[in-house]
């Protein structure tokens, strides 16, 4: 169950004033800026901080604060270590030692094995914040030792989507639209899904083989073949890490029109997608909320599933299918 921000801070109020606050909180949700936003809250709330409206006015506060860092939006290890270190052997004055992992997803695997021990055995009166847009992409072990606090943005606008993401909206609409879901049509949107997911490769492909030519023009005849090989496969990892990274925003917009179905047979106001509300609502109307729940979990099984060593062409045929067919 995915909470709106100020009733999620209601609870996370509620267990602080009793005395039953978790040791590490997961907060997941559609849009950066609500996490963040209910980061700085919650800190706040806990720490009796005021002023306090952004990442970095908590840092001036005291809160130990990562962000991904580099061109490849990475949280490395040794800024993980700098914080354990930090927690373990400083004091809590006046309140709670706050981390804030923003982007929790984005930790190397070095640096999320580090952090795990300390998500065992927490130190004395500190508080963990996790926050991503992907849970999924977390390992299992990460997210047993959470309290996990997905959200939902209440407003009237809706959520903000890319231009690929609402060609992705617009095909779901147009498969809901044409008729009674099925296999054969659902390979089809399938097919919808891949072909946006080309274009962002291409685009991302070229945007790096521009930055690997002026590298080369630049740094070429200064260097060995052995540099220019090693950037190469710095530019290949970085192409797989930004389409991987696409491919699970798209996989996230068919979560969300699936929720949007389910809020709609519930007669709920406050929409993901308000554009297509007259079409959530006719769709609606034709499905169960076991169905909606069925093919929900198809598509949180589909994320897991990318998360892993399958391939993926047959992760998104299986996911398709039974989400969609």
Request: charge should be negative.
């Amino acid at each position: 169950m995915a909470f709106a921000p100020d009733k999620a801070l209601a609870l996370v109020r509620s267990a602080h004033e009793n005395g039953r606050l978790a040791h590490a909180l997961l907060v997941s949700g559609p849009e950066m800026a609500d996490l963040h936003r209910l980061a700085v809250d919650l800190a706040c709330l806990v720490n009796g901080w005021t002023g306090a409206e952004s990442l970095d006015d908590l840092r001036k506060h005291g809160a130990m604060v990562l962000e991904p860092e580099s061109k490849i939006r990475r949280i490395k290890i040794d800024p993980v270590r700098e914080v354990i270190r930090h927690v373990q052997f400083s004091t809590a004055v006046g309140g709670l030692k706050i981390i804030i992992l923003s982007e929790a997803d984005r930790m190397t695997v070095e640096a999320t094995n580090a952090f795990l021990k300390t998500l065992e055995e927490p130190p004395p009166d500190t508080l963990i914040l996790l926050l991503t847009r992907a849970p999924e992409q977390l390992l299992d072990t990460v997210r047993s030792r959470c309290l996990q606090l997905p959200l939902f943005r209440p407003q009237a606008g809706g959520i903000t989507l890319t231009p690929p993401q609402l060609e992705l909206v617009d095909a779901l609409a147009a498969y809901f639209s044409a008729g009674k879901p099925n296999p054969t049509r659902a390979m089809g949107l399938l097919g919808d899904f891949q072909r946006i997911m080309t274009g962002l490769r291409e685009e991302i492909e070229q945007d790096h083989k521009e930055s690997m030519k002026a590298e080369t023009e630049r740094y070429g005849r200064s260097t060995d073949g052995i540099w220019l090989k090693d950037r190469k496969d710095y530019y290949d990892d970085l192409t797989e890490g930004a389409c991987a990274e696409q491919r699970n925003a798209l996989v996230g917009v068919l979560f969300t029109w699936l929720g949007e179905l389910l809020r709609r047979r519930h007669g709920l106001t406050i929409l993901d997608l308000p554009g297509y509300a007259a079409v959530t609502e006719r769709v609606a109307a034709t499905l169960s909320d076991e169905e909606l729940h069925l093919r929900l979990k198809a598509v949180d099984d589909l994320r897991r599933n990318l998360a892993t060593n399958v391939r993926e062409v047959l992760a998104l045929e299986v996911g398709f299918l039974h989400a969609f067919g």
